[in-house]
């Protein structure tokens, strides 16, 4: 007689036939597809799910010396669904387009824009040395960096050459080459800016991350410079036509603009630069100059660093986001100060807010208790502040004497990115991580504890159409980025606590989560993202291990890591655990 199946309801503990049902209630035996990995019934599978001894692993156990680590109780590989498969597999597709992205990032573009008049001979100097030490300074941060150089050099039309070096991997020809350029001419007070720019864009621009970086000590010829200086030429380009086009061509190339301001005598002309960009139609990211000082020589090498680093990690952000696909900005006006609050009424809103789970188990295995009230607020109608992907605006809050917050919407237009469910997420993934924060203050006080705000969704009832804000306290003071979720760390400032709570986390999930993404005022952080091994968790900002693997092959850990009981991790291991 052939032996019963295993009674699956018997195992779960929910069989009412007793003696009368016809399945075995003996022991069931082991699932093998389970043990390959390829079971799809989870807890309705009738055989035994019993896992095979893990191999030994070079890896320090994630748990190992954390007091209140926890296991997760969904393990999705052995429970998904048809359409959930059918979601992991393009999210999986497309976090490795993801992962190629972003090491295709480090492969950068950087044009220097010189004027190449009497002055300049010590930035000639500078550019010609710096350029040989940018590779040893970021390899460390971005190991798969390669780097092409080009100059071009201008002076005015009484000195009509340009000295040229096109895009090259060898930085010591470019090198040798930019300091045999020799400062010369500059007759009055302007030069040829627009001869300079027209030879920019005769490159050969081909890597996934451009950056255009001009150093100058003069503006441009004509109505740009602004007036009032020695312009023997000041009919040229009257109405700034000429210019338009340039920079309109710049942007097609997609290159991110720095300016290295030497003297004053420039400001003039890169604010009728920036003008002009931020008017451009196809500018939807906003692109414009951004001004480094270089008065101070020394200054220079740290700059130049910063501005491809920066420009690095826009480029990895856009594939991260997706915002290298085309996109639509909103049309505001960022406006500093707050605004005439008796001049603005209150309006009525539905405030979402999720309640703070007691433990990390509960934060990730329990959904998260909702909390909705009726408030009344106040909200400026231009934003204070924008980021990479949102906009910042001053709100009132009619409640205890009117509390003070920021409000928060997304920059772009789309009904996915400003969806209700969209701006849940983020609370989510934030109240998340201040449970976590919590657990690792308590755990290990200090007298400086990371803290996350946390952050209500506010649905704007009475407007012609659905408008959400996410809204938390207004925290005065400098905001400074420490991570994101490729990988970057901010090395010129102590991030050794951040890094350290990063690795804390992944630890005392047993490798299941890691808080990312890590910016704010001091200790007092906002807006990070989460790396879960559940793909189907934390948005589109979710890599996985993937994403995990970015940050321990950049983490170097610290004698704070060491004082919190972590040790290094094998990033390229992380599939084992």
């Known amino acids: 007689m052939a032996q019963a199946l295993p009674c699956r309801y018997f195992q779960r503990g929910k069989c009412t036939q007793g003696d009368k049902c016809g399945y075995s209630h003996g022991e069931a035996p082991i699932c093998t597809n389970y043990q390959k990995g390829r079971c799809v019934f989870g807890d309705r599978c009738m055989y035994r799910h019993a896992s095979q001894p893990k191999p030994p692993s070079q890896l320090r156990s994630p748990q190992q010396a954390l007091p209140g680590s926890w296991t997760h109780t969904k393990d999705l590989r052995y429970s998904v669904t048809a359409s959930e498969k059918d979601q992991l597999f393009a999210r999986k597709q497309r976090i490795a387009q993801i992962i190629k992205g972003l090491r295709d990032a480090q492969t950068v573009d950087i044009c220097f824009l010189v004027d190449v008049t009497g002055s300049m001979q010590p930035y000639i100097n500078e550019v010609s040395s710096a350029i040989t030490m940018v590779t040893s300074h970021l390899k460390t941060m971005y190991p798969n960096l390669k780097l092409h150089a080009a100059f071009v050099g201008y002076r005015d039309f009484d000195m009509p050459e340009f000295p040229t070096f096109n895009f090259s991997t060898d930085l010591v020809s470019f090198s040798r080459f930019v300091k045999n350029v020799k400062a010369a001419g500059g007759a009055d007070q302007c030069e040829d800016v627009h001869g300079g720019m027209n030879r920019v864009l005769q490159l050969d621009w081909s890597s996934p991350t451009r950056l255009f970086f001009h150093i100058a000590d003069a503006p441009c010829h004509g109505k740009l410079n602004g007036g009032g200086y020695n312009d023997s030429y000041s009919n040229i380009d009257p109405r700034g036509e000429e210019m338009k086009k340039i920079l309109s061509s710049l942007l097609e190339l997609k290159v991110d603009f720095v300016f290295g301001k030497i003297l004053e005598h420039t400001d003039l002309m890169i604010n009728e630069f920036n003008a002009i960009l931020l008017q451009n139609q196809w500018n939807r990211e906003g692109k414009k100059f951004n001004t480094v000082d270089i008065s101070d020589m020394t200054a220079f090498l740290p700059k130049l660093l910063d501005s491809i680093s920066v420009s690095i990690m826009a480029t990895q952000t856009a594939t991260t986001d997706g915002s290298s696909t085309t996109k639509t900005l909103k049309k505001v006006t960022i406006t500093a100060g707050e605004p005439d609050w008796e001049a603005i009424r209150f309006e009525e809103v539905r405030v979402y807010k999720y309640k703070m789970p007691s433990t990390i188990s509960q934060a990730i295995n329990d959904p998260l208790e909702m909390i909705i009230r009726k408030r009344e607020v106040k909200i400026a109608p231009q934003p204070f ?80 159409k659905p408008i959400y804000f996410s809204a938390e306290p207004l925290i005065l003071g400098d905001y400074v980025k420490y991570s994101n979720n490729a990988g970057w760390v901010n090395n010129k400032i102590d991030s050794e606590l951040f890094n350290t709570f990063s690795h804390w986390t992944w630890a005392a999930t047993n490798g299941y989560l890691i808080i990312v993404d890590l910016q704010g005022v001091n200790n007092l952080l906002t807006d990070p993202a989460i790396h879960c091994t559940d793909l189907l968790k934390f948005g589109d900002m979710n890599l996985g291990q993937e994403g995990m693997k970015q940050f321990f092959k950049n983490h170097k850990c610290s004698d704070k890591c060491r004082e919190f009981g972590l040790g290094p991790v094998d990033a390229d291991s992380l599939a084992e655990l």
């Open 385 to 464: 502040a924008e980021g990479a992907e949102r906009l910042a605006y001053h709100m009132l809050e009619q409640k205890h004497g009117n509390l003070r917050l920021v409000g928060k919407e997304f920059k772009f237009l789309g009904s996915r990115k400003n969806s209700k469910a969209n701006y849940l997420l983020q609370m989510e993934i934030q109240t998340i991580a201040a449970r976590l924060a919590h657990s690792f203050n308590m755990a290990y006080p200090s007298e400086e504890p990371i803290k996350f705000l946390l952050t209500k969704c506010m649905h704007f009832m009475n407007r012609s």
